[in-house]
């Protein structure tokens, strides 16, 4: 059974370039968390996605980051004009949800903006 | 609002030194508590969990003990080895909202 796959691992871009990050969760997992790392500080939690719907963005800033989780296909996070301050992990994670449970992260997709 | 905070580090002990790493909640309703490990270069791993009140989670020689009456899950190992150094983040999800809320971590580092 395949964990929670996020590709690429790692990406590099220029300042104001887009940067997609790719997140795939386990098989029969319809609930999706993205969640951003930087050097030296803890986990932030950025968004919460069900298939076609965002529940919770509080954690996104309000320009550049958009996220969504179609009916078919990854969950993606996209980061547009890229700043040096965009350089961090990000963490995608998956959930049942049949009942109160874990989360189980991917690898993380690390993002250097030169 | 639900929240977790949890020791800072980072922590430095010797082979076979006792652990602990503190944490405490806050919560509406009745959470679960969970203990995640980074290992470097690596994604969380879930480290154990427990779900109601007095409950232990354990695993790998690790421990925690869900204390309603201090709101705590502090997380314990009688003898740490080199290979738990890694970051460790303590965790809650309560049953309204599907969310989790995370720690900052806290990094350990074992010197042989």
């Known amino acids: 059974n395949a964990g929670v796959m996020q590709n690429p691992r790692h990406l590099v871009r220029r300042r104001g370039q887009e940067a997609r990050l790719r997140c795939s969760p386990m098989?029969?997992?319809?609930?999706v968390y993205w969640y951003r790392q930087l050097p030296e500080e803890g986990l932030k939690f950025m968004v919460y996605?069900?298939?076609?719907?965002?529940?919770?963005e509080s954690g996104m800033p309000k320009e550049r980051f958009s996220a969504e989780f179609p009916k078919e296909g990854p969950s993606i996070l996209r980061i547009q004009q890229v700043v040096r301050g965009d350089s961090a992990a990000y963490f995608c994670a998956s959930s049942a949800f049949a009942e109160v449970g874990e989360l189980f992260f991917g690898e993380g997709s690390r993002l250097t903006v030169l | 609002g639900d929240s977790v905070t949890q020791m800072e580090g980072p922590v430095t002990l010797s082979e076979e030194a006792f652990l602990t790493i503190n944490c405490t909640y806050t919560?509406?309703?009745?959470?679960?508590l969970f203990w995640y490990v980074q290992y470097p270069g690596e994604g969380l791993q879930l480290l154990l969990k427990a779900t109601k009140a007095d409950d232990k989670g354990s695993n790998k020689g690790f421990e925690a003990t869900y204390r309603k009456e201090t709101t705590s899950f502090h997380l314990e190992k009688g003898s740490v080895q080199v290979s738990d150094s890694a970051v460790y983040f303590c965790a809650l999800t309560t049953n309204t909202g599907n969310q989790f809320y995370f720690g900052t971590g806290t990094s350990l580092t074992v010197i042989p």
């Open positions: 098989k029969g997992h319809s609930h």
């Open positions: 996605l069900q298939k076609e719907n965002i529940i919770d």
């Open positions: 919560a509406t309703g009745y959470p679960s």
